[in-house]
């Protein structure tokens, strides 16, 4: 049995129906799978949490979550899944501890029954465990909700941008911990607007704008990236782009760290575009063939 | 101050109690400079933006910025210096146009001043048919820009930019930050935070801070040879990962 399944679901908002967040769209996710929802604010990511976790209706289309119903199971679903919303969502005037033991308390169980899943995350603040939630730092807090989203043992793990606004240190250590989870037999759906981190998820779906631009492992969306891509840096980064913009034998080129990326039309050379770039001048150049990442192959499906 | 320096930071601290939040940092920003100012969180990095837009009073040290004193001229700071952050940026509730005018009248520029630069931006982002449509109907990505636009509408000399590009598509992200070469170009300070690392990339110099001090500061070029990095992630993994300091 998939652990999520999305069918077709569409959600609008206004009164008018004005704003449609999900345009109809449609994956599933394995048990045990760690899945990414990747895409940038706006693309409808938290809409589709929200709904899946039964805090919110689609306008048409079908969900289950193990196998659960979103809208007839939405009790049942309640008790199995673990949500951990984009914004800080603990009570800021209990203490870390107090916070815990209230989730724990509502989800009929202990922090003792369960403490071996939230071990390795909790121990990172226990030492502050007397201090009130909304006295922590970003990372501190980040970790104590993760804990409280995972107290009751869910079989579902739903976490809406857990690495948004969090330094590269933080979030390297965050993935750890989900690799952690998804160890111990927990689903995880996760959301993220860094692209770079899709290539640490099992599966990812691509999200713009509400829709799915491909569904697929970190590996196979960049293998089906269908262009040439070059890495081209000179001394003049900028002047550089705007000639490499005139090159007929490029699709598109953007910054890209310290290179640009050139992505070529097919049959077109590094050999043509280097002469063409020391034509115009430019000193210290170097063109290289490139790997395209998630986020090349991103800008390509937003660009078609 | 030399003339082309917009900020000179030496000794500069801030204490809290006991907890040394900023300690000791100096560094100098010219004219027109790209300056990544990157660093954990709880680096300290909020904390010295905000002496430096003259909201916060140090524990010691010297700064000037945009020629001003940050102890004496803190207000005049602020007159000369333009702020944006993911977070607060613009009203959603007033138009385009008003947004500009309501930025425009709080930095005291005229009307004059102010109906012919709001011409300017809205043809150079190509919004001048969105000018009377409410803000908070754009695209995030449109928005983002805009703001950005706005934060320089009263010509600073500095203009702070606080995680600017956070949950922004890939392609938009590329589009704003040509706006900031372009006002680099004209010859606007960039003051920048980020936490993309392929960003740092863009800027002219970058600082990384660690508990509280200035652990690196150089061309990006220069600090993946100093620290033996690939890439500006990597210096920034190799530095970060040396706090020590328990966030707190």
């Known amino acids: 049995m998939p652990a999520v399944v999305v069918n077709n679901i569409v959600k609008t908002y206004g009164k008018k129906k004005e704003t449609t967040a999900l345009h109809g769209i449609s994956f599933e996710t394995a048990p045990g799978e760690l899945f990414g929802l990747i895409g940038p604010d706006g693309a409808g990511k938290t809409s589709l949490f929200r709904i899946l976790t039964t805090l919110l209706l689609a306008d048409s289309g079908t969900a289950s979550v193990n196998g659960l119903e979103v809208v007839k199971d939405y009790k049942a679903i309640r008790r199995k899944v673990g949500y951990m919303p984009g914004r800080f969502s603990l009570y800021p005037d209990l203490s870390v501890e107090e916070n815990l033991n209230f989730f724990a308390t509502i989800f009929n169980t202990s922090i003792e029954e369960n403490y071996d899943l939230i071990r390795d995350i909790y121990v990172q603040i226990e030492p502050f465990k007397k201090r009130r939630a909304g006295k922590l730092s970003g990372g501190m807090k980040q970790k104590l909700a993760l804990s409280c989203a995972l107290i009751h043992r869910p079989d579902v793990l739903f976490l809406d941008e857990p690495t948004t606004g969090v330094d590269a240190v933080s979030r390297k250590e965050f993935w750890e911990m989900l690799k952690g989870l998804k160890a111990q037999g927990i689903s995880i759906l996760v959301s993220t607007p860094y692209m770079d981190e899709a290539a640490l998820c099992d599966r990812v779906a691509l999200l713009q704008n509400g829709k799915i631009l491909s569904v697929n492992t970190p590996a196979g969306i960049v293998d089906d990236f269908a262009w040439p891509l070059l890495a081209v840096k000179a001394t003049s980064m900028l002047p550089l782009l705007h000639h490499i913009e005139k090159f007929e034998g490029a699709v598109n080129a953007y910054p890209f760290g310290e290179f640009h990326h050139v992505v070529m039309k097919p049959g077109s050379t590094a050999v043509q575009l280097q002469q063409f770039l020391e034509h115009k001048g430019h000193a210290g150049l170097i063109v290289k063939e490139a790997k395209p990442g998630i986020e090349d192959c991103f800008i390509a499906y937003m660009k078609n | ?248």
């Open chain 2, 1 to 248: 101050m030399p003339a082309d320096k917009v900020i000179l930071v030496e000794g500069l601290t801030k204490r809290f109690g006991d907890f040394t939040a900023v300690d000791h940092i100096s560094f100098e920003v010219s004219r027109g400079e790209i300056f990544g100012f990157l660093g954990a969180n709880g680096a300290g990095k909020t904390t010295a933006m905000r002496m430096l837009c003259g909201l916060s009073m140090p524990s010691s040290g010297k700064a000037r910025v945009a020629g001003f004193d940050i102890y004496k001229e803190n207000e005049k700071i602020k007159k000369n210096i333009g702020y944006m952050s993911q977070k607060f940026s613009l009203y959603d509730d007033l138009t385009v146009k008003e947004n500009m005018r309501f930025y425009g009248g709080i930095y005291g520029k005229s009307d004059v001043f102010i109906k012919d630069k709001t011409k300017t931006i809205l043809e150079q982002l190509h919004l001048t048919a969105e000018g009377d449509k409410l803000v908070g109907s754009l695209p995030l990505g449109w928005k983002q820009k805009l703001a950005f636009s706005v934060a320089i509408f009263h010509e600073p000399e500095i203009v702070f930019l606080d995680e600017p590009t956070g949950g922004v598509d890939p392609v938009t992200r590329r589009e704003f930050w040509n706006l900031i070469y372009e006002a680099s170009a004209s010859g606007i300070t960039v003051f920048v935070t980020t936490h993309y690392m392929d960003e740092a990339e863009y800027c002219k110099r970058v600082s990384i801070m660690v508990d509280g001090r200035i652990d690196a500061l150089d061309t990006p070029a220069n600090l993946k040879l100093i620290l033996g990095a690939e890439s500006m992630d990597e210096v920034f993994l190799k530095l970060a990962r040396k706090a020590t300091r328990v966030e707190s």
